[in-house]
């Protein structure tokens, strides 16, 4: 069975820093992108950034360039999503998603996990 747990979300205020992480199982990592989205209500499902396992190539959507970092860890079958100098428009849940390749276009992946909620106060 696929499954992709986030966990790591929270209330910070803005400028403070959070680390999410993706615990992946059930398919093999390393053939799979991981792309992190952020969804607020009323409003689609947006992408931030993405990694692709076999080569570690990374990928920002231009409001976190500079502030969030992706990495993975491939022996553990996780990546991480580490966020600094958070703001207050960077609330939203967030999740993470497994796909062929990466891509800022949510229906692009094949699996979700059940999201985390991220609150960055003013």
């Given at each position: 069975?696929?499954?992709?747990?986030?966990?790591?979300?929270?209330?910070?205020?803005?400028g403070?820093?959070?680390?999410?992480?993706?615990?992946?199982?059930?398919?093999?990592?390393?053939?799979?992108?991981?792309?992190?989205?952020r969804?607020?209500?009323?409003k689609?499902?947006?992408?931030?950034?993405?990694?692709?396992?076999?080569?570690?190539?990374?990928y920002?959507?231009?409001?976190?360039?500079?502030?969030f970092?992706?990495?993975?860890?491939?022996?553990?079958?996780?990546?991480?999503l580490?966020?600094?100098?958070?703001?207050?428009?960077?609330?939203?849940?967030?999740?993470?998603?497994?796909?062929?390749?990466?891509?800022?276009?949510?229906?692009?992946?094949?699996?979700?996990?059940?999201?985390?909620?991220?609150t960055?106060?003013?």
């Amino acid at each position: 069975e696929v499954q992709l747990v986030e966990s790591g979300g929270g209330l910070v205020q803005a400028g403070g820093s959070l680390r999410l992480s993706c615990a992946a199982s059930g398919f093999t990592f390393d053939e799979y992108a991981i792309g992190w989205f952020r969804q607020v209500p009323g409003k689609e499902r947006e992408g931030v950034s993405c990694i692709r396992s076999s080569d570690g190539s990374t990928y920002y959507a231009d409001s976190v360039k500079g502030r969030f970092t992706i990495s993975s860890d491939n022996a553990k079958n996780t990546v991480y999503l580490q966020m600094n100098s958070l703001k207050p428009e960077d609330t939203a849940v967030y999740y993470c998603a497994a796909g062929p390749g990466c891509s800022y276009y949510y229906t692009s992946y094949d699996y979700w996990g059940q999201g985390t909620q991220v609150t960055v106060s003013s």
